[in-house]
């Protein structure tokens, strides 16, 4: 039986929670911004879109620097955590915007989270990673967060759009990701402070 440390089985449960509050929404994104924004495009979904993913991967380049600069691992876990609860907040934005400048504004605030986010789930994962089951724990990872977490949450969003709306789907979407958040905290009492 493949046994998995406490470290990564945690890091593994804390991306699956969130990737499945992402699942939530994402399949559903461009259907919510041409329906409930105003003035909500095919170039507005377009523009949030690089406006996340170009913010996200220059700003992760900064913030892995600066962990990598840091002893221990106490500010792994915190940027961890900072990005699970700002991915959080943004869910519940997305029903208070009302216009594609509110979309872009979250865009970037999306991006600060996941900038924070990525970098240290990554490094905490590949320093914690079991010497000789280093493929399974990443398809464990991959398998449950990418694959199984994202499709069953675009099928349950789906249906839980089109009868209870928009609003409470982000709304779940973000109280899964906070829920995502706190999973990571007992992570502290594991990790190295030096």
Same mark, same amino acid.
């Given at each position: 039986?493949?046994?998995?440390?406490? %470290?990564? +089985?945690?890091?593994?449960?804390?991306?699956?929670?969130?990737?499945?509050? $992402?699942?939530?929404?994402?399949?559903?994104?461009?259907?919510?911004?041409?329906?409930?924004?105003?003035?909500?495009?095919?170039?507005?979904?377009?523009?949030?879109?690089?406006?996340? +993913?170009?913010?996200?991967?220059?700003?992760?380049?900064?913030?892995? =620097?600066?962990?990598?600069?840091? *002893?221990?691992?106490?500010?792994?876990?915190?940027?961890?955590?900072?990005?699970?609860?700002?991915?959080?907040?943004?869910?519940?934005?997305?029903?208070?915007?009302?216009?594609?400048?509110?979309?872009?504004?979250?865009?970037?605030?999306?991006?600060?989270?996941?900038?924070?986010?990525?970098?240290? +789930?990554?490094? %905490?994962?590949?320093?914690?990673?079991?010497?000789?089951? &280093?493929?399974?724990? +990443?398809?464990?990872?991959? $398998?449950? $967060?990418?694959?199984?977490?994202?499709?069953?949450?675009?099928?349950?969003?789906?249906?839980?759009?089109?009868?209870?709306?928009? &609003?409470?789907?982000?709304?779940?979407?973000?109280?899964? *990701?906070?829920?995502?958040?706190?999973?990571?905290?007992?992570? =502290?009492? =594991?990790?190295?402070?030096?």
């Amino acid at each position: 039986m493949l046994t998995i440390n406490k %470290i990564i +089985w945690l890091l593994i449960i804390s991306s699956f929670v969130l990737e499945t509050a $992402s699942g939530l929404t994402s399949p559903l994104f461009a259907v919510f911004l041409t329906n409930n924004i105003a003035g909500g495009t095919l170039e507005v979904i377009g523009f949030a879109a690089a406006i996340y +993913w170009i913010l996200k991967s220059l700003l992760q380049l900064l913030v892995g =620097y600066y962990l990598d600069k840091l *002893s221990g691992e106490a500010d792994d876990l915190t940027a961890l955590i900072a990005g699970h609860v700002i991915f959080g907040i943004t869910f519940f934005l997305y029903i208070l915007a009302k216009t594609p400048t509110h979309i872009y504004l979250i865009e970037s605030l999306a991006a600060v989270g996941g900038a924070l986010l990525v970098p240290s +789930w990554y490094g %905490i994962f590949i320093r914690h990673i079991d010497k000789y089951k &280093e493929d399974f724990e +990443w398809s464990v990872n991959s $398998s449950l $967060s990418f694959g199984l977490g994202t499709g069953l949450a675009g099928a349950i969003g789906g249906i839980m759009v089109t009868k209870l709306g928009f &609003e409470t789907t982000f709304a779940v979407a973000g109280t899964i *990701s906070l829920i995502s958040a706190v999973i990571s905290i007992p992570l =502290y009492k =594991y990790l190295r402070t030096n």
